[in-house]
């Protein structure tokens, strides 16, 4: 593991300009129709597998980047691009960390390349973690895991919702509860194999943004899977259950759960999605204020508009930074001693809201349209203060870690 840097190497620089080209060439044109469409991107999915964007092989090289910067770096050039049609074609990576964080190495890679298929035969994966009345709230989840000895199979039964790539992913990472006594430590991660029978699509959602991005409820009825699905494998999940009752009985240490697992390990790169936008929308604010002219002169040269384009300019850098830090550390297996991974989420979302807005004010009417994008991406930047960990939660974690106390 290499010191902290903030200058990308060679071969980062390579890839981030290639990713920034099929985002410029490929993404960016096609993004307002798909935003209208509201379907998956299927054409733009395949086009990024063919040329390796849209692999196991490609995301393991960034996620395995020791500066770990490989992934911050990716997202922020992808969802410069569009949001809705980068979280279609990054999607399948919470899954897939869903798997790495809770599987054993013969599960990920059993599992994890079925995700991507190949650029001849393109598919998705879907994590299922979000019931329609446990969001945030963890603890409410009611989706049951039994165990059938018998058969060594696990029957799954409720329903998840905001699911991406719900119903029509091919693999379906699903968080059960298998220990209601034990609360959200009493959860565990399951694969559900494609053609799986009992797992179908629930209601699609048509949503304020990412719309190209496909979000659906997923219903599982007597859905079994063959005991080798339980990420961990049993014998792991026996003795983290003993665990946590023993901890349980004398007020020890929690442990943390499969989807708190999963959605810690992603909350920086969900801030270099956000950074990603806010960028996008800083620099058409920047281009535009400097051709648009108003009372004989280009507006930026009014320091109402050019104190806004500064202040956007200062929050995404500092976003930018924070979601770097929190990447590093998390790569050098240094602890969020101060909730580091959620400060760079819930900086970089709230940047990306505020910046998306101030664009649209310096378009002024025609911000306000949809000919221009910054109208989209002020949609799509709103998804960032709620999916996985709210803006409450990520201050709720922050204030936990800072203060030691079970903060409500």
């Not at 063919?50 to 992808?78: C, H, N, R, V």
């Not at 000895?149 to 799954?156: N, Q």
Request: with cysteine; proline share 4%.
């Amino acid at each position: 593991m290499g010191d902290f840097t903030l200058d990308l190497n060679d071969d980062q620089r390579s890839v981030r300009a290639w990713i920034h080209g099929f985002a410029a060439d490929v993404m960016r044109p096609a993004a307002a129709e798909w935003d209208e469409r509201e379907e998956t991107p299927w054409p733009i999915i395949q086009e990024a597998a063919k040329i390796g964007l849209y692999s196991l092989d490609f995301y393991a090289q960034q996620f395995f980047d020791p500066t770990g910067l490989g992934i911050p770096m990716t997202m922020e050039e992808l969802f410069w691009g569009d949001a809705g049609i980068a979280l279609s074609i990054v999607g399948t990576g919470l899954a897939a960390v869903g798997v790495l964080a809770n599987g054993t190495e013969e599960q990920i890679g059993t599992w994890v390349p079925q995700m991507y298929g190949d650029a001849a035969d393109v598919k998705v994966a879907s994590f299922c973690s979000s019931e329609p009345d446990a969001g945030s709230d963890v603890g409410a989840m009611r989706t049951r895991a039994v165990y059938d000895g018998a058969k060594d199979e696990w029957v799954l039964n409720g329903t998840k919702t905001w699911a991406t790539n719900g119903g029509i992913a091919n693999i379906h990472v699903v968080v059960a509860v298998v220990d209601p006594e034990l609360g959200t430590r009493g959860h565990a991660s399951f694969i559900v194999p494609p053609g799986t029978p009992g797992l179908s699509q629930g209601q699609k959602f048509k949503k304020h943004g990412i719309r190209a991005s496909h979000t659906a409820e997923v219903v599982l009825a007597d859905v079994r899977v063959p005991g080798h699905c339980l990420l961990g494998g049993k014998d792991k999940l026996d003795e983290r259950l003993a665990r946590s009752r023993e901890r349980a009985a004398t007020g020890g240490e929690r442990v943390k759960n499969a989807a708190m697992a999963t959605f810690e390990a992603s909350r920086p790169a969900v801030g270099a999605m956000a950074v990603g936008t806010a960028r996008a929308a800083y620099e058409y604010a920047l281009e535009y204020a400097v051709g648009r002219e108003q009372f004989g002169r280009p507006i930026i040269d009014n320091q109402g508009v050019a104190f806004q384009l500064t202040d956007m300019r200062t929050q995404i850098d500092a976003a930018r930074l924070l979601v770097w830090r929190a990447s590093w550390m998390a790569t050098a297996g240094r602890p969020f001693t101060s909730a580091e991974g959620s400060m760079s989420k819930l900086f970089a979302s709230e940047t990306a809201k505020k910046v998306t807005a101030q664009a649209i004010q310096i378009l002024g009417g025609n911000g306000f349209t949809r000919e221009y994008p910054v109208e989209r991406m002020h949609r799509d930047s709103a998804i960032y203060t709620i999916f996985e960990g709210t803006s409450e939660i990520q201050r709720l974690v922050i204030a936990r870690t800072l203060s030691g106390l079970p903060i409500r």
